[in-house]
């Protein structure tokens, strides 16, 4: 079974701090997902990556395949970028089929 | 079309009743995700569509959950004879192509079993 463990569960932050959310797995996967999920449900996709780093604006994603981690990284973090970070893998889960597993999200909390 | 949509938003039912939710996905994605989601968990994983074929199914999904997705397009979820541990936030999502694409999220149906 593939467990994917996210630290820190909870973090606050002041505005304008570097921000590392971290994820680990436990078996081999094929990508790496990162996704926002706001209050209400809404998740919105910021990274699908399999090897080396992605950036968006001030979002960074690493991935160390070797090592089974990942990082999400938020410069100068804003009060809007308050979400719960959620990490999914995409590993084989047989019979030719592939599935996500997630891990339980990191809440963040940039106060101002 | 902007993006997956979910009908009810919310949902609130009697333990023992039957409820069924709608997925609309993104037009051109071939591919359809449910999950679901409780409480200060992630979301796990209950079974997809790749067209109208159910390629895989949980077995977190028991024997009253059935999914399906008769023309390709739309999916339906329906949860017969409701338990209270039911209660959580359904999701959907879709993708396009044969691999493995980015999935995109609809808002979510949160059902509340009472």
């Known amino acids: 079974k593939n467990e994917v463990e996210q630290s820190p569960q909870n973090l606050t932050a002041q505005e304008g701090e570097f921000i590392t959310i971290n994820c680990s797995y436990s078996?081999?996967?094929?990508?790496l997902h990162w996704l926002q999920q706001h209050p209400g449900g809404g998740i919105v996709s910021l990274f699908m990556?399999?090897?080396g780093k992605k950036k968006h604006g001030r979002l960074i994603a690493t991935i160390n395949i070797q090592e089974k981690h990942s990082s999400l990284h938020i410069t100068a973090s804003h009060p809007r970028d308050s979400a719960v970070y959620i990490c999914?893998?995409?590993?084989?889960?047989?019979?030719?089929?592939?599935?996500?597993?997630f891990g339980k999200g990191t809440k963040l909390s940039v106060i101002p | 079309d902007t993006g997956v949509s979910q009908n009810p938003r919310h949902k609130i039912t009697k333990r023992g009743q039957n409820v069924t939710f709608r997925c609309d996905p993104i037009?051109?994605?071939?591919?359809l995700y449910w999950y679901r989601q409780t409480l200060g968990q992630g979301p796990e994983f209950l079974t997809y569509?790749?067209?109208?074929?159910?390629?895989?199914k949980s077995r977190l999904l028991s024997d009253r959950f059935s999914a399906e997705r008769p023309k390709g397009s739309f999916s339906t979820l329906e949860i017969q004879r409701t338990e209270q541990g039911d209660s959580a936030m359904y999701l959907c999502?879709?993708?396009f192509g044969r691999g493995f694409f980015e999935q995109y999220f609809g808002p979510g149906t949160r059902l509340t079993v009472t």
């Open positions: 999502a879709s993708s």
């Open positions: 078996v081999g996967i094929s990508a």
């Open positions: 990556l399999s090897s």
């Open positions: 999914a893998v995409r590993s084989y889960s047989g019979a030719g089929s592939y599935q996500l597993t």
């Open positions: 037009s051109e994605h071939n591919r």
């Open positions: 569509f790749q067209n109208e074929a159910q390629l895989e």
